[in-house]
T-cell receptor
Framework: DAGVIQSPRHEVTEMGQEVTLRCKPI?????LFWYRQTMMRGLELLIY????????DSGMPEDRFSAKMPNASFSTLKIQPSEPRDSAVYFC????????????FGEGSRLTVL | EDQVTQSPEALRLQEGESSSLNCSYT??????LFWYRQDPGKGPEFLFT???AGEEKEKERLKATLTKKESFLHITAPKPEDSATYLC?????????????FGSGTRLSIRP
C-alpha cells in the first residue's frame, strides 16, 4: 500500500486566494483526520470523519475553512479566502476501525500564504 | 475538555545518557494513550498504544508507561538516531470514532 497520499506537498499563495488540499486515505481505513501543525500551537485537530461522515468539526478555525469527504477514497480541505495566519503544515491521517490510535499520517502539505 | 501537556519542550542529552519525557492528560474516559515520533519534514509515526494504568510497552531503547494522570516515555542509552520530536496523544470515550488530540511534543536531541 502507498500509504496516505497528500497533495500538494508545498503551496505558496497570496492572501485572498482559495487553497485546496487533497488527501487519499489508505484503502479500508474508515476514519480520516485533518490536523494543522505550527511551532506556536503544535498539532491541532481541525476535523475528522468516520465512514465519510464529519463527526466533529469544532477545531475548524472559522467559516473560511471547509472539508469534505465525498467517498472513501478522497477528502479535501479548502480555505477561502486564505490569510497569512493560515500558513502551516496540514496533515491528513487515517485510522483502521479496529486499531486504537494507530494513525497513519501523510507527508503533509506545507502552506505559505503571503 | 480533553487536554494533553508534554514536558519538557526540548531536551538535549549526551549519547548514552538516559532520561524520561512526561505527558500529562485530562480526558473523559480514556480509550487509549499513544506515543508518536516525528522526524523533520515528515508526518508523525506511531510508536505505542497504552490502554490502562499500570501498562508498559517497550521498543528497542524506548519504554512507555501509564498512570491515571500521566505517561512517561523512558529512553535508555539513547543514540543520535533517536533525535526527533516525540508526541503524546489521547483518545477518549465513547468509541473508536472519538477524536484523537495531541500534545505539543518534546524535541529530543542526542549529541554523539
Amino acid at each position: 500500500d502507498a500509504g496516505v497520499i497528500q497533495s500538494p506537498r508545498h503551496e505558496v499563495t497570496e492572501m485572498g486566494q482559495e487553497v485546496t488540499l487533497r488527501c487519499k486515505p489508505i484503502s479500508g481505513h474508515n476514519s480520516l483526520f485533518w490536523y494543522r501543525q505550527t511551532m506556536m500551537r503544535g498539532l491541532e485537530l481541525l476535523i475528522y470523519f468516520n465512514n465519510n461522515v464529519p463527526i466533529d468539526d469544532s477545531g475548524m478555525p472559522e467559516d473560511r475553512f471547509s472539508a469534505k469527504m465525498p467517498n472513501a477514497s478522497f477528502s479535501t480541505l479548502k480555505i477561502q479566502p486564505s490569510e497569512p495566519r493560515d500558513s502551516a503544515v496540514y496533515f491528513c491521517a487515517t485510522l483502521a476501525g479496529s486499531a486504537r490510535g494507530e494513525l497513519f499520517f501523510g507527508e503533509g502539505s506545507r502552506l505559505t500564504v503571503l | 475538555e480533553d487536554q494533553v501537556t508534554q514536558s519538557p519542550e526540548a531536551l538535549r542529552l549526551q549519547e548514552g545518557e538516559s532520561s524520561s519525557l512526561n505527558c500529562s492528560y485530562t480526558v473523559s474516559g480514556l480509550r487509549g494513550l499513544f506515543w508518536y515520533r516525528q522526524d523533520p519534514g515528515k508526518g508523525p509515526e506511531f510508536l505505542f498504544t497504552l490502554y490502562s494504568a499500570g501498562e508498559e510497552k517497550e521498543k528497542e531503547r524506548l519504554k512507555a508507561t501509564l498512570t491515571k494522570k500521566e505517561s512517561f516515555l523512558h529512553i535508555t542509552a539513547p543514540k543520535p538516531e533517536d533525535s526527533a520530536t516525540y508526541l503524546c496523544a489521547v483518545q477518549g470515550a465513547p468509541s473508536s470514532a472519538s477524536k484523537i488530540i495531541f500534545g505539543s511534543g518534546t524535541r529530543l536531541s542526542i549529541r554523539p
